[in-house]
């Protein structure tokens, strides 16, 4: 071969490569689109209504703060005059224009414009021989304090404030004076009041970071993340990303998954419909995918708890004789078994499925049924062995913050896993079998989902007026919302217990009482 063709066929060699590359390349990149962007199985979104309602009891937690600040001493001297003040305290607060807005991509911004912060203070001073003591009431006017919020969540997958930047400027500051020094003080008040301007406006973002990055996160800490539903699931609530802000909406996506827990560490793929919120007139909307009501079902599965026995009395009477006469044959066939208890036993095969539709919601459910003989100390007797296909209808409604589900039996059909012949001997078995799933079993499941699943909420707030609303592959329930209880009653039931690196308001030490201290 020549050195030529030696060439051609190595640089054909590589395009071949590099289209192969090129060709796996295309086929994984689905995957790796899917891996970054799961679809998340409970999706809650927050409207410009529903933040109007946080900026009101949000207007009220920022007025305690501020009335909270601790503004430190300040003393000097101006010639032969030497001043103190101390114990500054608010006394009142205005804070009449505020807002608080969306802004993309994840923050909120909490503004507050002309507001004005009333103060008490008290004074001493030394002037020669003359000493003065008592209380100066001040006014700071044009307070205008801008803060953003950063929204991201945390390594457990929780909502957090993760960062604020905060500027506060006071514009006018007017101090009010009384004693037998007035005039030196009011010859001082620009002093005073100059610095007093300084320090106050130095604590008010000190105090809105402490009370965002500690106290409002505190509260974020009550919305449920990883927790057990009851005795056999629990239900995983963390964040799949950051927060989505719009200029109009906060949307979170939530995994909503469950999981069993004797398998905690077990994952569920989920293959559904993503949950698209397109309202906006109520406060907040929730939608929950097929795949939310799939993993809890499949979780019960894996729990090894979707089984129901009733034996004996247990049994419907009607339904015992019926039994009895259809498989008389059998037990005629056991003449010392024949008074023996019957025993009913009613597995499901397979993880039950949920289809949503605009029309309602179902689930479909397969299950064996095994009817037995149950003689006294001997082993049971099995009489049949057949097979249910069952369809509920379900009602999803909201109660507080529990999303509940009450199942209805709409279709019903057994047969016989041996033969068509069998199947057809069992015709007669449908109409008293469809009753007992009706009367017995229904209400024995209805209990168990009584208590329903929290929806990832701070405590203290809750919905009222919720509607519920049928989409294809998913389900979104639109309410309004309230406070049950007061940010502060809820923070200080959680308040973080103080730490050495932890924000601290120090109380300024009792000033003395002696001019020789000045």
Known sequence: ???????????????????????LLLLFLPSLVTASHSPPGCKIRITSKGLDL??????????????????SDLHGSEGQFQYNISQVKVTDLQLAFSDLNFQPQQHLVFNISNASISLRFRRQLLYWFFYDIGSINASADGVHIYTVLQLAKDEAGRLKISNMTCSASIAR???????????????????????MRYLLSQQICPSLEHASLVLLNSLLDTVPVRNYVDEHIGIDYSLLRDPSITTDTLELDFKGMFFPRVREDQELENHAVEPVIKETERMVYVAFSEYFFDSAMHSYFQAGVLTIELQGEKVPKDLEVLLRATFFGTIFMLSPSVDAPLRLVLQVSAPPRCTIKPSGTSVSVSAFLNI????????????????METKLSAKVFLQGKALRVQLDLRRFRIYSKQSALESLALFSLQAPLKTLLQLTIMPIINERTKKGVQIPLPEGMDFTREVVTNHAGFLTVGADLHFSKGLREVIEKYRPVPTATAYSSSQPAEPSLDPSSL
């Not at 946080?54 to 503004?71: A, H, S, Y």
């Not at 007017?174 to 620009?190: I, Q």
């Not at 003989?373 to 009489?383: A, C, E, G, T």
């Open 54 to 71: 946080v900026k009101q009891e949000g207007l009220r937690f920022v007025e305690q703060e501020l009335q909270n600040i601790t503004v």
């Open 372 to 387: 037995s003989l149950v003689p006294p100390d001997r082993p049971p007797v099995q009489l049949s062995s057949m097979a």
């Open 1 to 23: 071969m020549s050195p030529g063709q030696s060439l051609l066929t190595l640089l054909s060699a590589s395009r071949c490569e590099m289209a192969a590359r090129g060709s």
């Open 173 to 195: 500051m007017h101090a009010g004076f009384s004693g037998t020094l007035r005039k030196v003080y009011e010859f001082l008040s620009t002093f005073i009041v100059t610095g």
